[in-house]
């Protein structure tokens, strides 16, 4: 926040930010992938101390000055056929902090508290910038219909896919595969999970049963050609969510989808 301070404005609340994630999105902005406008002030994934302003979280429980909390990236309208229908997270009208709205990395960031929920004192602070990627890896998984099938994620190294195998294995999955092709990640990987593999074609196996994919990396073109390559090695049904963020186009064969019956999530 530059120049002076501006007053706090009702209904919103001030945070003192204390830990900020940063994820594949922050990135694609860094390197340019991703266009934003000038002046941009990044940070979505964020935990913090309230400093001024009081009011109702997302769960209804009553904030006020030195609670700690963290911040829901979009903002939604309440008011769009989506959100009538509960369907927040993909709102006509969704306010993006740190995409194209001012995000967190700034000394005092203002916030509508019900766009916030309180953190629990037992979590670390450290880590609780980590609530966001971990919901965005809970909805993704729970896109799957069965919990008995082999998981593939694509993409495991990074921060969203992690958090998915870890939620995937919390949430009943029990045979759990993560498909990692930069060498640096999967050697870092290796040390925690057993798990890893250069394609999605190792990772299969010989499995001839339906199987579940989250892609984490955003649906590429060379993924989605190589979905539908192993498509014929798995019975029919298999289930594929897309979960990453890249702002690209692709294109699968409506035979996959139709004479395979394959279903594919958007996350």
């Keep these: 926040m ?13 945070i003192k930010p204390d830990y900020i994630g940063v ?26 101390k309230i400093l001024e302003g009081h009011g109702l979280d997302l769960a209804g429980d009553h904030l006020g000055e030195g609670d700690r909390i963290v911040v829901l990236p ?10 009538r229908h509960g369907h927040y997270n993909t709102c006509k009208n969704k306010v993006s902090i740190g995409v194209n709205a001012q995000g967190a990395m700034q000394e005092f960031f203002d916030v509508d508290p019900k766009f916030t929920i ?3 004192n037992r979590i670390d602070p450290e880590i609780a910038p980590l609530i966001e990627p971990i919901a965005v890896a ?19 190294g990074g921060s969203v896919g992690i958090s998915s195998y870890i939620t995937a294995r919390y949430l009943g999955f029990n045979d759990v595969r ?3 092709k930069i060498e640096r990640k999967v050697s870092e990987l290796r ?11 190792e990772a ?40 990453g963020l890249e702002s690209q186009e692709y294109a699968m064969h409506q035979a996959y989808l139709v004479r395979r019956e394959m279903t594919l999530h958007g996350r």
Excluded at 2 to 14: F, V, Y
Excluded at 33 to 39: A, I, L, P
Excluded at 74 to 83: A, I, L, M, S, W
Excluded at 191 to 201: F, P, R, T
């Design 23 to 48: 994820c594949g999105s922050d990135k694609s902005i860094l390197s340019g992938k991703r266009k934003v406008y000038n002046g941009l002030v990044m940070g979505h994934e964020i935990t913090g």
């Design 138 to 156: 809970v909805h993704a998984i729970r896109k799957f219909t069965s919990r008995d099938r082999r998981l593939i994620i694509i993409g495991g």
């Design 178 to 180: 993560i498909v990692e």
């Design 74 to 83: 979009n903002y939604y309208c309440g008011e769009c056929e989506d959100c």
């Design 204 to 243: 299969i196996g010989y499995s001839t049963d339906p199987v579940c994919v989250l892609d984490t990396v955003g649906g590429s073109a060379e993924t989605i050609s190589e979905i539908e390559h192993l498509s014929e090695m798995v019975a029919s049904g298999s289930e594929f969510v897309i979960n």
């Design 2 to 14: 530059s120049g002076d301070i501006q007053p706090l404005q009702a209904p919103n609340i001030r």
């Design 191 to 201: 040390e925690h999970v057993d798990s890893v593999y250069g394609s999605l074609e």
């Design 118 to 120: 309180r953190v629990d």
